[in-house]
Each structure stands twice: as C-alpha cells, then as structure tokens.
C-alpha cells in the first residue's frame, strides 16, 4: 500500500507561482512513477505529467511545458509540481498519483484569481 498526501494548494493571483508537494509513504513497487493530475470543476481529469521513481521526468503534456515542471526528492520521497506564470484557467484540484498500482491522494485545491 502506497499512501500519498498532497499539499502547497492555495488562493493565489494570475502570474504568481505555486509549488505543490506530494509526500509518499508506505510499501512501493521496485519500479514507479508519480504521476500529476489536475481538474477542474466540471471537466475531465487531465494528465499533467510524472516522474521516475529514479528521479528523470518522463513526460509533461504539452500545454503544461514552459510554466510547469515537476521534479522529485528521493531522499524524502516526496514529488514537487513546480508551477510559474499560473493563470485562471489553471484553477483545479491537483493529485498525485503512483503507478502501478493506482494509488491516489486525496488532492489539494489551487485557485488562482485576482
């Protein structure tokens, strides 16, 4: 059983920044990812991307390139969504996720808003 614990959420203004955690515990697969994943209220859940479990980011969606990124610690194990120049269309509840095995948080919310 993996258990992940989102945080960082929060108010913020168009062009701020915002950094996510994801902290993870518990028994993991030799092999992983964590995954991100954001909606926004009523829209479908939207991949963002996800990083190896040694660390290289495999994959960020398109839209997401030059303002996110994500990286993460090993030594702590906890994985960071790094985002920059947020805009409103950005407001969503953000999860983390590991695979395999489908183990989700239970999200944190960023709003951005002026």
């Known amino acids: 059983q993996v258990h992940l614990v989102e945080s960082g959420g929060g108010l913020v203004q168009p062009g701020d920044s915002l950094r996510l955690s994801c902290a993870a515990s518990?028994?993991?697969?030799?092999?992983?990812?964590v995954a991100w994943h954001r909606q926004a209220q009523g829209k479908e859940r939207e991949l963002i991307g996800h990083?190896?479990?040694?660390?290289?980011?495999?994959f960020l969606a398109d839209s997401m390139k030059g303002r996110f990124a994500i990286s993460r610690d090993a030594a702590t194990n906890i994985a960071y969504l790094q985002m920059n120049d947020l805009r409103p269309e950005d407001t969503a509840v953000y999860y983390c996720?590991?695979?395999?095995?489908?183990?989700w948080g239970q999200g944190t919310l960023v709003t951005v808003s002026s």
């Open positions: 996720q590991v695979n395999p095995g489908e183990y």
């Open positions: 518990g028994t993991f697969p030799r092999v992983y990812i």
């Open positions: 990083v190896h479990s040694k660390g290289l980011t495999s």
